[in-house]
């Protein structure tokens, strides 16, 4: 079956630093692969899509990249600031119209 | 703010009983997708409407059921209510076949 594995250890770091996020996935071949953030509470917020031809992706201080040999996409937040506590979450395409599944998430505490 | 409204915020009942909880998605968007959030479950597709059909299904119980109006509202009935439906019900809409747009969400407790 279908599997999506993310880091359920909290990833603690340090403001300014850079936290690295892992996503791995099995029984998959998804068209595109997409990072969510998620307060305590609140609704998943949109961050990035990148598609299985592209290698790497960026938004502000956000990048991501996706190796689909490995079956695996990796999430960097750079220059991190205690704002971007939260928890964030992997989804993949299990179908044509868009259905996703997403991992468990891993929350990230950044502290100053 | 998402452009998805959820309503109510918040739902108390008893078990047995029956709830709708109700979504508009975001201005022109057709797709509206239901999930479930529990604390030691992450989050569950339930099921999904596309301009008014269903178009997926999740892991959604019997008991649970959905409908999207013409209007492109959508509502998620769960009748015969247990305490393990205690949970996080968020509504998502979109208008592409990749990024969801959430709602702010339902938080159901069943006593």
């Known amino acids: 079956s279908q599997k999506i594995e993310q880091n359920s250890e909290a990833l603690n770091i340090q403001e300014g630093k850079t936290a690295t996020l892992t996503c791995n996935y099995t029984n998959y071949s998804p068209a595109y692969l997409q990072w969510y953030r998620q307060d305590p509470g609140r609704g998943p917020v949109f961050l990035l899509l990148i598609r299985e031809n592209e290698k790497e992706k960026r938004k502000e201080r956000l990048k991501v990249t996706f190796d689909t040999t490995l079956k695996q996409s990796l999430f960097h937040i750079t220059a991190s600031q205690p704002a971007d506590s939260a928890t964030y979450l992997c989804?993949?395409?299990?179908?044509?119209?868009?259905?996703?599944?997403f991992g468990a998430g891993t929350q990230v505490v950044v502290t100053p | 703010d998402s452009g998805v409204t959820q309503t109510p915020k918040h739902l108390i009942t008893a078990t047995g009983q029956r709830v709708t909880l109700r979504c508009s998605p975001r201005?022109?968007?057709?797709?509206v997708y239901w999930y479930q959030q529990s604390l030691d479950q992450g989050l569950q597709f339930l099921i999904q409407y596309y301009n008014g059909e269903e178009r997926a299904k999740g892991n959604i119980l019997e008991r649970f059921s959905a409908q999207q109006f013409p209007d492109l509202h959508s509502e998620l009935n769960l009748s015969s209510l247990e305490l393990g439906d205690s949970a996080l019900y968020f509504c998502a809409s979109s208008s592409t076949r990749n990024e969801q747009f959430f709602g702010p969400g339902t938080r159901l407790t069943v006593l």
């Open positions: 201005s022109g968007d057709l797709s």
């Open positions: 989804a993949l395409p299990t179908d044509s119209w868009g259905k996703l599944q």
